[in-house]
C-alpha cells in the first residue's frame, strides 16, 4: 500500500515515542505499542505491518523466546551447572550467562516451575542469597495472613505474583533489611516493570538480623511506578500511610466479589 508522506512521518514519530516511553532501543512489539497507543497499533497494521515498519526505520525486532519442555529445561540446568562448576541450582544471572546473555531459558524456568520448584524437582540447595532471604519473607507473610482469619495460597513458583488471598486477592511480597540512609533508618524494595501483574505490594521491614519484622506496609500497585521504593521506617514519608493497611485486602476482596 502506498503511504502518504505525512502519514508516514507521523507513523514513524510516533514509534519512536512509544520507544522512549517504553525505554527500548528495538522495534516495538503490537502489544507493547498498544499499551502506549493503541491507535498507532492500528495504523502500523494498516500500513505495512511490523515487520515491514522496522525494516523501514532499521530497527530490530524483539527476539522470539525459545520453546522449552521441561526435559530440555532439565537438560540445561544441568549442562549450566556443569559448565559453571556448580553443586546447587543456578541463579537467574548464572542461567542468563549460560543462555548467552538471553532471558529465554530463564523466562522457561520461571513460567513452569520456577527457580524454587526447579530447585526442590532435582533435588538442589538454593544459593544462600537474597533467594532464600526472599522466601523466608513469603512464609511470614503467609503465617500472618492466616493469623487475620484469611485463606492464603503462596503460587511464587507458578504465578507472576506471590501469594493468592481469599482465591481474589493477587499479592507480591517484598523483603527488605532496615540500614540508615541519610541519617533515617530506611527499607528499599526493588519493584519489577512498572507493569503489575499483582493487586498489592506487601513490603516487610526486617530488623538487622533478619528475625523479626518490624514494619508491613500494604501498597496498592497501581500507585508505584518507580523502580525502587524508599521507606522511612519511622514515619514521616510518602509511603507512612500504607503501614498495617490490611483492610485493603478486604477493598480489594470485595471488589472482585461483586464481580462475581
Known sequence: MQVDLQIEEDIRNEIFKVMKILNISRMPTSSET??????LDSKISRYGGYISWADKLNLSMKKRINTYNEDDIESHIVKCMAQQGLTRMPTYHEIKEYDNDTTSLSNA???TKGFKGWAEYLNLEIKESDTKFGQNGEDVAV?????LGKEVLNLSTIAPY???INNHVKVDVKSATIWE???KNTYAYNMPSKYHKCDIFLCLG???NRDQVLNWYLIPSKLLDVSTV?????GNNKYSRFENRWDYIDRYNDFYKCLI
Open 34 to 39: 498498544r499499551l502506549t497507543n493503541s491507535v
Open 109 to 111: 524456568i520461571m513460567k
Open 143 to 147: 503465617e500472618k495472613i492466616r493469623s
Open 162 to 164: 506471590d501469594l493468592l
Open 181 to 183: 540512609r541519610n541519617g
Open 206 to 208: 526486617f530488623n538487622e
Open 230 to 234: 524508599y521507606i522511612n521506617a519511622d
